[in-house]
């Protein structure tokens, strides 16, 4: 049995339960004076105002961290505010301004002190002329005499200025009624209560210090906590904990918060699936998520803020890698399993997914949230979740992490070693290594790497209908995922949109943005400089890659420098002939910005070439100790043995028929 542990408290909250439970809000002593202006109260008041106009449910300002004092219900009851001060304040504001206007509405009543009606709701610790000041607004008396340049008072008197302005507006209009009524039961936000006996300033200071900013995956995380039931919303925030950290591997996030779980009857490919009867953790608290000390809580944040965090590195531990990075972030995984879990739900219609599937982008985490969280329901909400398990069981067991100290921080997929002496449990990693690895497990690196290097990176829509597919499907093979992979990404380089097209090959439906190869590759050999996308020559890198490594080798490569090879990212293209040589070779300039003449490279290989003659590029290219480009490499074997003035358009144009036939016959489209 563990010993039990203190919990944070997560909980959604609005005014009216402020006022339900009788809370006291306290600013302490260490905070900053209140520093919004005008025109940002003004702002949430427009907003909110326009939220409830827009028949919005809710809207949320953001979250909270707090400590709880007294005992809930009881005069002393409070909640210290120790991040989220500033957006208190300013609803304290507009309560006490809505008051003034409408002093027996519920509204009113959060500005007043519970069992004090004289007295206020928000207290500034050792700041009495402040309190003073608030205290005699509520009550109507004269307010004492005080610096306006006081940096405690400045931006309270505006701010209450702009809250008056626009609440008596807003009476004028006839609509102040339902505007408060939507402020005291709509307005919500995010409430994390930390541990008694948590050092709050030190929390205090290492929130500021680390810039942390709560992000929209923790709103998120509440709304659809709120909707599972009581008895079990723990195991699902549990779930929900072990998904989020992102540069951590998911059985390791897993054990931490499944402690109790019998871990050694477990392989990976058993986690698959979350099973309630054998991952579950003590209901006796329901509104309580597991513990965090000031350091998780920081990380938390990290994670989702999109930063990095990595596990400890020592001993056993560093050598089976276990400290990697995340290719995507934890709001980015979440839209990708909305994906996932939208199309499995047959409520839904094909024309509701393509309107929710435009809406999706991760800067905008809750907005692509709002069609699924409509009428959401405990099944929704818990199937989601466990949609969210699954999916990060299959990024983590087939999408490539970056390992921060190995091999030059290439791009790799960490595997179970296959030998049942090389491992201390059933579940272990290690990295693939340039010899003794599967040629499968490079194969599927090297081709993620291309989407990776070439996609947009705020979502890489490759990974919606790859980690859809497998998780539906029961897939263990590295082949057949390779296998999955080139299929997926052979259709969507042939894609015109490739959101909508990515969300077909999800669904299976249609294809309707996805256009014939034959048109798509012809298209493109026409092209010249700089119209060429950057992802048709990391795909002829990945071509060229693949059929040396399935063999025969071909005569063209050195085999130590091949094995080297990897494909990353870069985003210089070079003239392979110069675009201005200090001798011509009187090339056409079709020609000459043409595919055959082109490669992609680092900007500080291409520098280095720079407007060299072609005999001095491939000099300074053999030297090197591995390749640059396997398509540079397969130009300069050609023209190897050829004087200078016998080069020019024949031997560009011999070496794009040569590369478009490779492209071709990857694609099936000759034999």
């Known amino acids: 049995m563990n010993t039990p542990v203190s919990r944070v408290e997560t909980r959604v909250q609005k005014i009216s339960d402020m006022c339900a439970e009788n809370a006291l809000l306290e600013i302490p002593c260490y905070q900053r004076p209140y520093v919004w202006p005008a025109r940002d109260v003004e702002k949430i008041l427009q907003?909110?105002?326009?939220?409830?106009?827009?028949?919005?449910?809710?809207?949320?300002?953001?979250?909270?961290?707090?400590?709880?004092?007294?005992?809930k219900g009881g005069h002393h009851f409070g909640y210290e505010l120790i991040d989220g001060q500033q957006r208190m304040t300013t609803l304290f504001l507009i309560a006490l301004a809505y008051s003034a206007l409408e002093p027996d509405s519920a509204l009113a009543q959060f500005a007043r002190r519970p069992g004090d009606a004289s007295d206020i709701r928000l207290n500034f610790a050792i700041r009495e002329q402040v309190q003073d000041l608030l205290r005699s607004w509520l009550n109507g008396v004269l307010p004492p005499a005080l610096s306006i340049e006081d940096p405690y008072v400045k931006c309270l008197v505006t701010g209450l200025d702009a809250a008056s302005a626009f609440l008596t507006a807003q009476k004028e209009r006839g609509g102040l009624e339902a505007f408060g009524n939507y402020l005291f039961n709509c307005v919500q936000w995010v409430n994390n209560i930390v541990p008694p006996g948590t050092d709050l300033n030190q929390l205090f200071t290492a929130l500021n210090t680390n810039g942390v900013q709560l992000e929209a995956s923790d709103i998120l995380k509440a709304r659809l906590l709120e909707m599972v039931p009581a008895r079990q919303r723990m195991s699902?925030?549990?779930?929900?904990?072990?998904?989020?950290?992102?540069?951590?591997?998911?059985?390791?996030?897993?054990r931490?918060?499944?402690?109790?779980?019998?871990?050694?009857?477990?392989?990976?490919?058993?986690?698959?699936?979350?099973?309630?009867?054998?991952?579950?953790?003590?209901?006796?608290?329901?509104?309580?998520?597991?513990?965090?000390?000031?350091?998780?809580?920081?990380?938390?944040?990290?994670?989702?803020d999109g930063s990095t965090r990595l596990a400890p590195t020592t001993g056993q531990e560093a050598h089976n890698y276990r400290a990697v990075r995340s290719i995507i972030t934890f709001p980015e995984l979440l839209l990708h399993a909305l994906l996932i879990y939208i199309c499995e739900k047959p409520c839904k219609s094909d024309a509701t997914k393509a309107e929710d599937i435009l809406r999706i982008h991760p800067d905008r985490l809750n907005e692509s949230f709002d069609p699924f969280l409509k009428d959401l329901n405990a099944q929704d909400a818990q199937g989601f979740i466990e949609c969210l398990w699954t999916t990060r069981h299959q990024f983590d067991q087939w999408v490539m992490k970056r390992i921060p100290d190995a091999d030059n921080n290439l791009y790799c997929v960490p595997i179970t070693p296959e030998h049942e002496e090389d491992k201390k449990s059933k579940i272990s990693r290690t990295m693939p290594g340039r010899d003794g690895t599967p040629v499968g497990y490079t194969a599927l690196t090297q081709l993620q790497s291309v989407r990776y290097c070439t996609g947009e990176h705020a979502m890489q829509y490759w990974l919606t209908p790859f980690l859809g597919r497998l998780c539906k499907n029961d897939i263990e093979d590295v082949g057949q995922v390779t296998k999955l992979l080139k299929t997926i990404d052979n259709q969507l380089s042939c894609a015109q949109d490739q959101k909508k097209a990515s969300f077909d090959l999800l669904s299976g439906t249609h294809y309707s943005e996805i256009q014939e190869a034959e048109i798509v590759i012809t298209d493109m050999m026409k092209r010249q400089y700089p119209r060429i996308s950057h992802y048709w020559f990391q795909k002829l890198e990945y071509i060229l890659w693949n059929n040396a490594e399935r063999g025969p080798f071909p005569t063209y490569l050195e085999k130590d420098k091949f094995k080297a090879y990897r494909i990353t990212s870069k985003n210089s293209v070079e003239h392979i002939f110069p675009q201005n040589p200090t001798f011509?070779?009187?090339?056409?300039?079709?020609?000459?910005?043409?595919?055959?003449?082109?490669a992609l490279i680092n900007p500080s290989e291409n520098s280095t070439y720079s407007n060299r003659i072609i005999i001095e590029k491939k000099e300074m290219f053999l030297e090197k100790p591995k390749y640059d480009s396997l398509k540079l490499a397969h130009m300069f074997f050609t023209i190897r043995n050829k004087p200078y003035s016998d080069l020019g358009e024949k031997d560009i144009i011999q070496h794009k028929n040569e590369m478009e036939y490779f492209i071709r016959q990857y694609y099936g489209i000759i034999a």
């Open 236 to 254: 699902y925030d549990a779930i929900w904990q072990a998904c989020e950290n992102m540069d951590v591997f998911f059985e390791d996030n897993l």
């Open 584 to 598: 011509s070779n009187d090339i056409h300039k079709d020609i000459l910005d043409g595919f055959g003449n082109l």
């Open 256 to 304: 931490q918060v499944f402690p109790d779980a019998d871990w050694q009857d477990y392989n990976y490919h058993a986690l698959k699936k979350y099973k309630a009867a054998k991952f579950k953790i003590d209901e006796s608290n329901p509104i309580s998520t597991p513990a965090l000390g000031i350091q998780d809580i920081l990380a938390i944040q990290a994670v989702q």
């Open 47 to 71: 907003d909110i105002r326009q939220a409830m106009e827009r028949g919005q449910k809710q809207y949320f300002i953001g979250t909270l961290i707090t400590a709880s004092h007294g005992h």
